[in-house]
């Protein structure tokens, strides 16, 4: 915590002194974000983005702001505002693959609750497809190695529950399709 504090201080010194460097203040709203002092974060991004409106770290970092308060919906706003910036961004990808994958994982639960099965299926495995695409392109932009193990650990999740649901439909298919004919 001590490593913390002096960090922050640090940070904040940087901002006051280099006010036209938003490197101090993108890290500096890093350690609200962590410390969940939102209000504080929200006032620094949108300071931020008011400077440099088109620079993708700061609609990431706004994104990453609202998914935590809990507006995916608008989170998704910013990420793909910041992919179509940068689309080779491994962070932007990671992020985007992130809320697609727990998006799949919500709509899936919610229909086997339901006791849907075909349609959690048939409505998550669309989500999945596009929360690995992302994942991969996180994983070939991913120059400096930060996310080796969860990020890959996810996508071969996602690739098995792909795999898997592509050959439970085609099962399906088939079964309906014998049906129909017999």
């Known amino acids: 915590i001590g490593d913390d504090t002096k960090l922050e201080k640090t940070l904040t010194e940087g901002v006051k002194l280099i006010p036209n460097e938003p490197w101090y203040s993108r890290n500096l709203v890093n350690i609200y974000l962590e410390k969940k002092e939102y209000s504080v974060a929200r006032e620094m991004i949108d300071n931020l983005i008011k400077v440099d409106s088109e620079n993708p770290a700061n609609l990431s970092l706004k994104g990453q702001l609202v998914?935590?308060?809990?507006?995916?919906?608008?989170?998704?706003?910013?990420?793909?505002?910041?992919?179509?910036?940068?689309?080779?961004?491994?962070?932007?990808?990671?992020?985007?693959?992130?809320?697609?994958?727990?998006?799949?994982?919500?709509?899936?639960?919610?229909?086997?609750?339901?006791?849907?099965?075909?349609?959690?299926?048939?409505?998550?495995?669309?989500?999945?497809?596009?929360?690995?695409?992302?994942?991969?392109?996180?994983?070939?932009?991913?120059?400096?190695?930060?996310?080796?193990?969860i990020g890959k650990a996810i996508s071969s999740s996602i690739q098995a529950r792909v795999r898997t649901g592509l050959r439970f439909s085609m099962t399906i298919t088939t079964a309906r399709k014998a049906a129909k004919i017999a």
């Open 67 to 149: 998914e935590l308060e809990g507006d995916i919906k608008e989170a998704m706003n910013y990420y793909e505002r910041s992919y179509a910036l940068d689309p080779k961004n491994f962070e932007i990808n990671s992020h985007l693959g992130r809320v697609w994958y727990n998006n799949a994982n919500a709509i899936e639960k919610e229909f086997f609750d339901k006791r849907l099965y075909d349609l959690a299926e048939s409505e998550s495995l669309p989500i999945y497809i596009q929360a690995m695409e992302y994942y991969e392109k996180a994983f070939k932009y991913d120059e400096k190695h930060e996310e080796p193990t």
